[in-house]
């Protein structure tokens, strides 16, 4: 078995939760209908002192992911946090009430950013 660290992750997302439990669900189900067309990802939460069910909503979702629990208020040192731990290639910040529109936001991102060899993409 690959250990996470021998695997090519093209993609970490960054998500810091604080108290979201109502609204992970869209976030979460976009990110569980997207066409990553070949694409590795992972996606790790940050959990910032929550007191509701935010832990509960996102470990039920089914969606493979990593879920890190800061005591540290605030969102930076939460995706500091998240930092620490990423491996992809690349690093995607969202928030937890964020959405992808789009089925293959993910997917022409990395297209975007392999096919024009770019550090950064805004």
Not at 95 to 104: E, H, M, T, V
Request: hydrophobic fraction near 40%.
């Amino acid at each position: 078995m690959q250990t996470l660290q021998q695997r090519q992750i093209d993609l970490s997302i960054i998500i810091p939760v604080y108290n979201l439990e109502h609204y992970l669900a869209p976030m979460l189900r976009s990110l569980a209908e997207q066409d990553l067309a070949g694409y590795t990802i992972e996606i790790i939460f940050v959990l910032n002192n929550c007191t509701d069910r935010s832990e509960d909503v996102i470990r039920n979702s089914g969606l493979d992911c990593t879920i890190l629990n800061c005591t540290t208020q605030g969102c930076g040192p939460a995706r500091n946090m998240g930092l620490d731990v990423a491996v992809g290639k690349y690093i995607w910040m969202m928030d937890g009430d964020d959405w992808l529109l789009a089925p293959d936001a993910i997917k022409e991102a990395l297209d975007k950013i392999t096919a024009e060899c770019l550090d950064l993409l805004r």
